[in-house]
Nanobody, 122 residues
Framework: QVQLVDSGGGLVQAGGSLRLSCAASGRTISTYAMAWFCQAPGKEREFVAA???????YYGDSVKGRFTISRDNAKNTVYLQMNSLKPEDTAVYYCAARIGVVSKNNKDYGYWGQGTQVTVSS
């Protein structure tokens, strides 16, 4: 069983940066696919970024070139560096884990963090 704790959200002005962290416990995540999803009020949970255990990365179209996902297996932690933030990035961001390959479908992930709020002001 993997437990995930998300942190690092906050209020930032447009153009600013934030770094989200996802700390895992219970099991090593070195062989897990890890991902970040976001959910704005009234919207479906949306794929943001994912990283395979091999460190291959995948990004949603709206964040390519601005966000970077990375993992530190020694710290059992995954990060999401968010640069050039826009008001439309405002959402709750969730870390997720699954055994196996990366998926962009949130229904394929069995382990979730509690979420961290990101608010970008214009």
């Amino acid at each position: 069983q993997v437990q995930l704790v998300d942190s690092g959200g906050g209020l930032v002005q447009a153009g600013g940066s934030l770094r989200l962290s996802c700390a895992a416990s219970g099991r090593t995540i070195s062989t897990y696919a890890m991902a970040w999803f976001c959910q704005a009020p009234g919207k479906e949970r949306e794929f943001v970024a994912a990283i395979h255990w091999s460190t291959t990365t995948y990004y949603g179209d709206s964040v390519k070139g601005r966000f970077t996902i990375s993992r530190d297996n020694a710290k059992n932690t995954v990060y999401l560096q968010m640069n050039s933030l826009k008001p439309e990035d405002t959402a709750v961001y969730y870390c997720a884990a699954r055994i196996g390959v990366v998926s962009k479908n949130n229904k394929d992930y069995g382990y979730w963090g509690q979420g961290t709020q990101v608010t970008v002001s214009s």
